[in-house]
């Protein structure tokens, strides 16, 4: 099919301004529960104007929460959607011959397995949003070929983190394996760190076209999708005793320096890329949690040779 280039059943499907919407998972019009409850592929989970989501594949499918870390709440410019409203499937997604999705060269789609479909009927940005997790492969088909998104979080060990899954020529398309967002993070193949936080997985999606999302070597936690015409989105987190977090910015600046005060550090705690806590920084790459004054946590990548 043609891409333009651009730079429920009463479930749960909302509008607002500005050309912008959202599909929020209604677990109990779903029929879900603590229990795993067997659901079809094509059922649907909400639709509007824009986009419309739905299951990929037969699976069983649960009621959870989404929420992490004392976040309760994510926020996408001025529209609250509450995150203990969630799904999450009980297989975890396999190509034809059993293989993880996104370790192929080119990663190719699942065939089975907990996986989201969205059908785009417009032009714009997708943000998929869910409990996700540091040390899980995440891909993202449009029409069968993997393609380009960032993943923003919070989670307990990074604090913030914002890495893209960069592609190749004028539509994005990925022909390499995907590795774990902590390890495009810390740039080290060998890093076993694990964190989990709410956030979500961004993508530009054109008009008439399928795309599929899903986590690879686990089985993805979601709240639903939130589309904007622009991608310009503040994408935010907020919990009562933590506060307000901004995860994605409106004009596209990382999250990490946006949300990192220029404040003194107070404390540091070393650690090798596999988690061990460490007295000092040895040879190679470290990871490094710093305490600011003003009571920011950040962690930062430093290299020993």
Do not use: H
Not at 75 to 104: R, Y
Not at 244 to 255: F, I, Q, W
Request: with cysteine.
């Amino acid at each position: 099919m043609k891409k333009n280039l651009l730079f429920v059943a009463a479930l749960a499907a909302g509008m607002c301004a500005n050309a912008q919407s959202y599909v929020q998972v209604d677990p109990e019009g779903l029929g879900l529960s603590g229990d795993a409850v067997a659901l079809t592929a094509g059922t649907l989970i909400g639709e509007n104007d824009d986009i419309k989501l739905s299951i990929a594949f037969d699976d069983s499918y649960k009621s959870t929460s989404v929420a992490a870390n004392d976040y309760t709440t994510i926020v996408f410019d001025a529209t609250e959607l509450d995150a203990s409203k969630g799904a999450q499937g009980s297989n975890n997604p396999k190509t034809a011959d059993g293989s993880n999705p996104a370790t192929l060269t080119p990663p190719q789609p699942a065939t089975g397995g907990a996986v989201l479909q969205i059908d785009a009927k417009a032009d714009g940005y997708v943000y998929v949003y869910g409990k996700l997790s540091t040390n899980k492969n995440y891909t993202v088909f449009e029409e069968g070929t993997a393609i380009g998104y960032r993943l923003a979080m919070q989670d307990n060990t990074f604090n913030l983190l914002d890495i893209t899954v960069a592609g190749e020529g004028e539509f994005n398309y990925v022909q390499n394996p995907i590795p774990w967002p902590e390890v495009i993070f810390t740039g080290d193949e060998a890093s076993a760190v694990k964190g989990s936080g709410l956030g979500v997985i961004k993508f530009p999606v054109f008009k008439d076209l399928k795309y599929l999302v899903n986590a690879c070597g686990s089985k993805i936690s979601f709240g639903g999708a939130y589309f904007d015409k622009e991608g310009d989105v503040q994408v935010s987190i907020k919990g009562e005793v933590p506060g307000e977090k901004v995860l994605l910015t409106a004009d596209g600046s990382s999250n990490i320096a946006s949300n990192v005060a220029e404040a003194e550090v107070v404390a540091s705690q070393y650690y090798t890329v596999a988690g061990q806590a460490i007295s000092a920084p040895a040879k190679g790459i470290n990871l490094v949690k710093q305490t600011l004054a003003d009571g920011t946590v950040k962690v930062v990548k430093v290299i020993v040779k």
